[in-house]
């Protein structure tokens, strides 16, 4: 099935209030952001950009660091400054938006942009997935920083002369405002934020449940390529061109983040302990399993027990993520209802 095909039978092509029809073409430069960026998700900033739903919006963000490892000489303890990492693009307002909303948004392309060598990975002082950190304190001392630069484009991450990695990528941090409060653009929640999910590539659409007027959505540390865990706490981190076709469903109760692909749903889960962040996913598959496609809620638990498939997503973070996925085949054939999605 070709993506254009399956997309006419997604949630946001049959939900959406536009329909899954492309409106206007939207802007957002560095030039627009005018430099600011933002280092956490809340209500409080001013947006750089009201939209409609239906509307296409390419987007300029910067990576992880702001461009601030330029070199593999650079000292991430020197040049870095807590919290002020993960930058962010927006808010973009949605008109429209309400609490008890979804925002549907369909990631079209992800381009690298800036010049090369344009990746950058690093170990960071007490940060990453085998090292002492300042929530899972130990006596031993900080590993040795270090940076690592790497070229890359559309057709590959040149890690060395003789490994090249597929261009993967993926956005590690998109999501909308929370209520009232303002959080690190470092942490994942119900809000969305950093998951570090590779799922959340071109091709897939994230639902992410509104929680202020407008619903203000941001985004940015865009991926080349990461493995499950994001182990070192650092993908391969790059500038990115990302285009997005941003739609919004009208009363659509959901709690947690939600994704879509041509073969898969998912749900999708974020906290500490990581045995949580995993409860959390499968929890919201085994509940959209029984809401709508018919599913009695027991049979859908024992049922995902023999099929779903669980993505990690981050270990390094102040909050885990994970995603809960089953095959949309499977999904389809229900329960005594019919499916939605048929």
């Not at 997309?7 to 492309?22: C, D, E, H, K, L």
């Not at 071109?202 to 619903?215: D, M, N, Q, S, T």
Request: charged share 20%.
């Amino acid at each position: 099935m070709a993506d254009a095909d399956w997309f006419r039978t997604s949630i946001m092509a049959r939900q959406g209030v536009a329909g899954g029809v492309p409106g206007r073409r939207h802007e957002l430069t560095d030039a627009v952001q005018a430099g600011t960026y933002h280092y956490v998700y809340g209500p409080y900033a001013e947006p750089v950009l009201e939209i409609d739903p239906g509307d296409v919006v390419s987007v300029e963000t910067v990576d992880a660091f702001e461009g601030k490892l330029k070199t593999e000489q650079d000292r991430p303890s020197e040049k870095l400054k807590m919290p002020f990492l993960n930058p962010q693009s927006g808010p973009i307002r949605v008109t429209g938006a309400e609490k008890g909303d979804v925002l549907a948004v369909h990631i079209h392309a992800i381009a690298p942009r800036g010049p090369q060598p344009r990746g950058t990975t690093a170990l960071v002082p007490e940060f990453g997935g085998l090292t002492g950190t300042t929530a899972t304190a130990l006596l031993n001392a900080p590993l040795p920083e270090r940076v690592k630069k790497v070229n890359v484009d559309e057709n590959g991450v040149y890690w060395s002369d003789r490994i090249t990695l597929p261009y993967e990528p993926f956005l590690g941090t998109i999501g909308v405002s929370p209520e009232i409060e303002a959080i690190t653009s470092l942490q994942p929640d119900y809000y969305g934020g950093n998951m570090d999910l590779p799922d959340v590539a071109p091709g897939a659409i994230i639902y992410l449940p509104v929680h202020h007027a407008g619903a203000f959505l941001y985004l940015g540390d865009g991926h080349a390529i990461q493995g499950d865990g994001e182990l070192c706490g650092v993908a391969i981190e790059q500038a990115t061109t990302t285009t997005l076709h941003v739609d919004l469903i009208k009363g659509l109760d959901i709690a947690w983040p939600r994704l879509e692909t041509k073969d898969f749903y998912m749900a999708i889960g974020s906290a500490r302990p990581l045995e949580d962040a995993a409860r959390i996913a499968y929890r919201e598959l085994v509940r959209w399993a029984a809401a709508d496609f018919g599913f009695d809620t027991m049979d859908a638990y024992m049922l995902l027990t023999q099929c779903g498939k669980a993505r990690l997503g981050n270990m390094v973070d102040p909050k885990y993520t994970v995603g809960a996925s089953v095959a949309k085949w499977i999904m389809h054939q229900g329960g005594d209802q019919a499916s939605p999605a048929q």
